[in-house]
């Protein structure tokens, strides 16, 4: 009889500075709902700025939402090592300063450093970027991400899946973001089609 239980995958999620600390959070109450993931969570002081701001949650409130907890400061923690095996990284939200140190290999802190080794070891890396309008900076750095093998996800809200709330809006966009881990079965609905259209 095999008893070996299958070791649950690794997603790293990290939340950093940018407009959008909700899909960060979403996202990590997404993780817990698929199973059988071990979310491991950074969250650089500008995202905790972000978060207390935006939705009023503490850091004891946030904890508890993954499985791990790194400290962005802690430059030898598990996944700052190739050697430690993951499915992927998000940054939901991606300030523009995270991108930029990503899109220079910069590992000057644990996200981009996860990030960078996400890369290395050709996993899957989504920047869920946001920031409007955009400069020169900001587009190259996307370009470079993106020649490396990352993915850049503005979380720009679909309106054709009519949503009710900003939950469900939020949320839609966390899937088609999930979705391009591979994780599973899709989690955002397949668009159908307009009915009767030309
Ligand atoms: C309330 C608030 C909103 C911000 N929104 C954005 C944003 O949408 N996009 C962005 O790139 N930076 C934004 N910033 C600036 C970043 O937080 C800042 O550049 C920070 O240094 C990013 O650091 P981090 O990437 O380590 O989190 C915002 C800052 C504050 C205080």
Known sequence: MNTRVAAPRRVIVAITGASGAIYGIRLLHALRRVGGIESHLLVSGAGWLNIQHELQLTKD?????????????HIGASVASGSFSTHGMIVAPC??????????????????????????ERRRLVLMVRETPLNLAHLRNMTAVTEMGGIVFPPVPAFYSKPASLDEMV???VARAMDLLALGPSLAPAWEGLNGAA
């Open 95 to 120: 300030s523009m300063k995270t991108l930029a140190s990503i899109a220079h290999g910069l590992s000057d802190n644990l996200i981009s450093r996860a990030a960078d080794v996400t890369l290395k």
């Open 61 to 73: 409130d946030v904890h508890p939402l993954a499985d791990v907890v790194h400290s962005v400061r």
């Open 171 to 173: 949320d839609h966009t």
